[in-house]
């Protein structure tokens, strides 16, 4: 576990197309719950720190951080348009970031 978030292209290959990182995030297993924009533009995941991080894919740059969660972020859904992302930790508080 190197605390990276990998996109791959083809799962049948597994060979990852984008390495996201940052110094701060931290995941507690080989998979994380993070999804993408409806553009696919934008990546989100979820923290065991409670912070959710947003990269830019083809950057591989965060974008932003955002916290509110105390505990670890085990959900989050972007809204069909794009504009709002909903996230949800291990405690059920639920937070939609506009």
Known sequence: ?????????DI????????LK???FRTRSV????CFSPTAKY???????????I???MAEKVEKVLRSHTSTVTGMAWSKPGNRLATCDQTG?????K
Do not use: K, P, Q
Not at 12 to 19: E, I, L, P, R, W
Not at 93 to 97: G, S, Y
């Open 12 to 19: 049948n290959t597994m060979v990852a197309s984008h390495y």
């Open 22 to 24: 940052h110094n701060e």
């Open 93 to 97: 508080f639920v937070v939609m970031w």
């Open 1 to 9: 576990m190197d605390n990276s978030l990998c996109v791959f292209n």
């Open 31 to 34: 998979w994380s719950r993070s």
């Open 43 to 53: 990546a989100a995941a979820g923290s065991i720190d409670g912070a959710v991080y």
């Open 55 to 57: 990269w830019d894919v």
